[in-house]
């Protein structure tokens, strides 16, 4: 066989992985847009105390931390289809799990289910890597943008699903915050068929099928990303925006609920949140690929830091104000994620690189965890618009990091 003709066959194979990847990834999205705000809700709901909202947040971002280092181990032994298959399933369990959780109004199960539809967050991270598993220099921001952006249609959806799937949920004598986890078991399930399904030839085995990969243990990974700085760059820049973006989305629905907002109206906030999320991921990807990793990540740090400023001098009754605060704060993260995840796929080592996506996101789901919980005592004890407030000196101090490091990797000018 020509090279050209290897070349084509891998295009073409790229085509259909992303593709595959893409269609997963809006039913993964549906299934796990409306669980983020109906758990807060739900566990508020069951205990009667709003400093505990940030817990089945906190308990999902546990679970996809573990996740992210089984998923890791998983895909090194048996590739990506094994595992981003076994993680969305692993959530539908955790989504009947709170369906069972939310009719015994049990905290401490609803709690053990939020840990395993955590897992389905952990598969959607590493689907993002496994775009790339075939891509080069010319193509490799686009594939990775273009997965995230296959959520926007499922993720758009989902939460402004929580008012009618609690309809529904009532006509079947179940709680109505059960709703949303009855449409997530479905989703999820159908997103787990796809992948194992559809998702041949498998983009870690085919990438990796003439070297032998070693898996390092996270610490030691992590030791060789901070001495990179461009990885570090990466890290940080994922790991920050993460932690910014989940605090404050997580706790919005609870700001909201002080002054007994709908279900309809929160759902539709949480829509717009998520649009930004993905949305223009695909421009994103075209940004970073055409003028670099480092400007799309200062873009992205400062959008998230107009988004703390317009969401934390919000009333809860502003509904049009935390809509433009929340779709900020969804565009930020969107670029935190592509530019962060682009540069440090790129700039680490071969042989550290599995071990390198999967140390990045059990470090992004374990600070989001750390911080997604504080956020409920925050909101409870100061208030909303501090919580905003304590996201800006974490935001600056990457943006720093970012003004000082020299990044060796320009602007890609091959057309993809």
């Known amino acids: 066989?020509?090279?050209?003709?290897?070349?084509?066959?891998?295009?073409?194979?790229?085509?259909?992985?992303?593709?595959?990847?893409?269609?997963?990834?809006?039913?993964?999205?549906?299934?796990?847009?409306?669980?983020?705000?109906?758990?807060?809700?739900?566990?508020?709901?069951?205990?009667?105390?709003?400093?505990?909202?940030?817990?089945?947040?906190?308990?999902?971002?546990?679970?996809?931390?573990?996740?992210?280092?089984?998923?890791?181990?998983?895909?090194?032994?048996?590739?990506?289809?094994?595992?981003?298959?076994?993680?969305?399933?692993?959530?539908?369990?955790?989504?009947?799990?709170?369906?069972?959780?939310?009719?015994?109004?049990?905290?401490?199960?609803?709690?053990?289910?939020?840990?395993?539809?955590?897992?389905?967050?952990?598969?959607?991270?590493?689907?993002?890597?496994?775009?790339?598993?075939?891509?080069?220099?010319?193509?490799?921001?686009?594939?990775?943008?273009?997965?995230?952006?296959?959520?926007?249609?499922?993720?758009?959806?989902?939460?402004?699903?929580?008012?009618?799937?609690?309809?529904?949920?009532?006509?079947?004598?179940?709680?109505?915050?059960?709703?949303?986890?009855?449409?997530?078991?479905?989703?999820?399930?159908?997103?787990?068929?796809?992948?194992?399904?559809?998702?041949?030839?498998?983009?870690?085995?085919?990438?990796?099928?003439?070297?032998?990969?070693?898996?390092?243990?996270?610490?030691?990974?992590?030791?060789?990303?901070?001495?990179?700085?461009?990885?570090r760059l990466g890290l940080w820049t994922l790991v920050v925006g993460h932690v910014a973006m989940v605090s404050i989305m997580v706790m919005t629905p609870v700001h909201m609920k002080h002054d007994d907002m709908g279900l309809s109206i929160i759902g539709f906030v949480i829509s717009v949140h998520v649009a930004g999320m993905y949305a223009f991921s695909p421009l994103v990807g075209a940004a970073a690929q055409r003028w670099g990793r480092k400007p799309v990540i200062l873009a992205g740090l400062g959008t998230l830091l107009a988004a703390a400023a317009v969401a934390g001098t919000a009333m809860p009754m502003d509904a049009l104000q935390l809509e433009i605060g929340l779709f900020l704060l969804g565009a930020g993260w969107s670029m935190t994620l592509i530019g962060g995840s682009t540069l440090l796929a790129e700039s680490i080592e071969a042989d550290y690189k599995i071990s390198a996506q999967g140390a990045s996101d059990v470090l992004m789901s374990a600070s989001a965890a750390l911080f997604g919980g504080l956020a409920g005592v925050v909101i409870a004890e100061l208030s909303y618009a501090w919580l905003c407030a304590f996201a800006s000196p974490l935001l600056i101090a990457v943006a720093v990091m970012a003004l000082r490091t020299r990044t060796t990797l320009s602007p890609i000018e091959v057309p993809a």
């Open 1 to 231: 066989m020509s090279a050209s003709q290897v070349r084509m066959d891998n295009r073409a194979d790229g085509r259909h992985i992303v593709g595959t990847l893409a269609v997963a990834a809006v039913f993964g999205g549906l299934g796990t847009a409306s669980t983020t705000p109906a758990g807060s809700l739900l566990i508020t709901k069951i205990t009667g105390n709003d400093s505990l909202a940030g817990l089945t947040q906190t308990s999902g971002l546990v679970g996809a931390a573990i996740a992210a280092a089984v998923l890791a181990k998983i895909t090194s032994n048996h590739g990506r289809r094994v595992a981003l298959s076994a993680g969305y399933a692993a959530a539908v369990i955790g989504s009947a799990l709170a369906v069972i959780a939310a009719v015994n109004s049990s905290a401490l199960l609803l709690l053990l289910a939020a840990m395993l539809v955590g897992c389905a967050v952990a598969t959607a991270l590493q689907a993002r890597f496994a775009a790339v598993d075939t891509a080069d220099d010319s193509n490799r921001s686009k594939r990775l943008s273009f997965v995230v952006w296959g959520s926007t249609i499922g993720a758009v959806t989902g939460p402004n699903l929580i008012a009618p799937s609690g309809h529904f949920a009532q006509q079947m004598h179940l709680p109505p915050l059960a709703g949303p986890y009855l449409i997530s078991g479905s989703t999820l399930a159908i997103a787990a068929v796809v992948i194992m399904v559809l998702l041949r030839p498998d983009p870690y085995l085919v990438a990796n099928r003439t070297t032998t990969v070693t898996r390092h243990p996270v610490l030691d990974t992590l030791t060789v990303i901070h001495r990179n700085p461009p990885a």
